[in-house]
């Protein structure tokens, strides 16, 4: 786990649906170092996509965002978070369905819990519906399948509903 107070780079874990589509909404951020998309949350060591498609294992599709607070805060992360998927939709986006689809903030910190609640708050209070987001601390996180890193530079022209 990242030490928030002494290092110059910090972690940031989050889930919102399809990662192909999360992970290219922060990748381009100035003050982002990298992205990773994979699994996390959830019971089984090692899983695969075809595993975490089962949606028995737990785990989240996440993105896992290395970045420079001096560049980029973790509020402005959050907002990027809270703009690029429906946070009311619980374990969907879209057409995607199951709890690997679900939103979820994995906080690195007390503090990104703290920021991570006030952001929720200030969030909820400007839509109609109850947001489904969880906010739970960060445990393993593993790395999906090559084929899945940065999918949409590697296939111009694929889309998905993010």
Request: aromatic share 12%; glycine share 6%.
């Amino acid at each position: 786990m990242v030490n928030h107070t002494k290092d110059k780079i910090h972690k940031a874990t989050f889930a919102a649906g399809c990662f192909w589509g999360v992970e290219a909404a922060f990748a381009e951020i100035t003050g982002v170092i990298s992205t990773q998309v994979g699994y996390t949350g959830g019971k089984t060591k090692y899983p695969t996509y075809q595993e975490v498609c089962t949606d028995k294992t737990g785990h989240a599709e996440a993105v896992e965002v290395t970045f420079d607070p001096v560049k980029v805060s973790y509020e402005k992360l959050l907002d990027i978070f809270w703009n690029c998927h429906d946070s009311t939709e619980m374990n969907a986006q879209g057409p995607d369905e199951g709890t690997q689809y679900r939103s979820a903030i994995f906080y690195h910190s007390k503090t990104q819990q703290k920021e991570a609640e006030k952001s929720k708050q200030e969030w909820q209070r400007k839509l109609s519906k109850q947001m489904a987001t969880e906010i739970t601390k960060a445990t393993l996180f593993y790395r999906a399948e090559e084929y899945h890193q940065q999918y949409f530079k590697k296939n111009k022209g694929v889309m998905c509903h993010v």
